[in-house]
């Protein structure tokens, strides 16, 4: 079943478009905190997001861009906001269509099945990019330039949480839980030694130095 993100601060909308779409088949993902929405698409995976523009921690052109450093994945923006100059940003910052509000439904929902059914033929929608490197989540990888380096598991696991938290310390600890909930068993020192062997592929890539420690804190892509 195809996921959709829908990500909208009006609480009548976001139910009526949760409905639409669960009645037309699809598995609708309503955001109920709209924090941190970068790092919720990379932990869910969506097919399509619906993206409204005026939320309220962070202007929803921005929340694509900010989603664009990381994924490939389909945005539609579905706005009250009606300028030229809205849907000329919105669509310069990465968005893949632009549906006003008031909508009207068969529209939205042709538009859905239309820009899905673009996406479908994308190559590695499993992508993720960032500091220079691109991650392939399906294969494994992990590539700068020409270059590409094979991970383990745990090592594609330990790069894609820090990618995901780019530019923000993340701990031990949570590097652990997020390893943990993949079912995988690992211990402090596990952790280090992943984290030595994952950084001497990076430096293969000429990636040295991009994964820093923070003394007594954690680690920071
Ligand atoms: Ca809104």
Excluded at 71 to 83: A, E, Y
Excluded at 142 to 171: D, P, W
Excluded at 190 to 202: D, E, F, P, Q, Y
Aim: with cysteine.
């Amino acid at each position: 079943m195809q996921k959709i993100m829908v990500i909208e601060d009006d609480p009548v909308i976001r139910d009526e478009l949760s409905l639409l779409l669960e009645n037309e088949g699809y598995q609708s993902v309503p955001v109920f905190d709209f924090t941190e929405i970068s790092r919720r698409v990379q932990e869910q995976q969506p097919d399509l997001i619906l993206l409204d523009l005026g939320l309220p921690n962070r202007d929803g052109s921005l929340i694509c861009a900010d989603i664009r450093r990381k994924s490939s994945v389909p945005v539609i923006f579905v706005t009250s906001r009606d300028s030229a100059m809205d849907e000329y940003r919105a669509l310069s910052l990465g968005g893949d269509d632009y549906i006003t509000k008031p909508y009207n439904i068969p529209v939205l929902l042709a538009r859905v099945r239309a820009v899905l059914r673009r996406s479908a033929g994308t190559p590695d929608p499993d992508t993720i990019e960032g500091c220079g490197m691109k991650v392939n989540l399906t294969k494994g990888t992990v590539s700068a330039g020409s270059k590409t380096e094979e991970l383990t598991r745990n090592e594609l696991k330990i790069l894609a949480h820090l990618l995901a938290n780019e530019g923000k310390i993340v701990s031990r600890a949570d590097l652990i839980d997020a390893l943990w909930d993949s079912q995988i068993y690992i211990d402090d020192n596990t952790l280090s030694v992943n984290m030595t062997r994952l950084r001497a592929k990076l430096e293969s890539l000429g990636l040295s130095g991009c994964i820093k420690t923070r003394r007594g804190m954690g680690y920071q892509l």
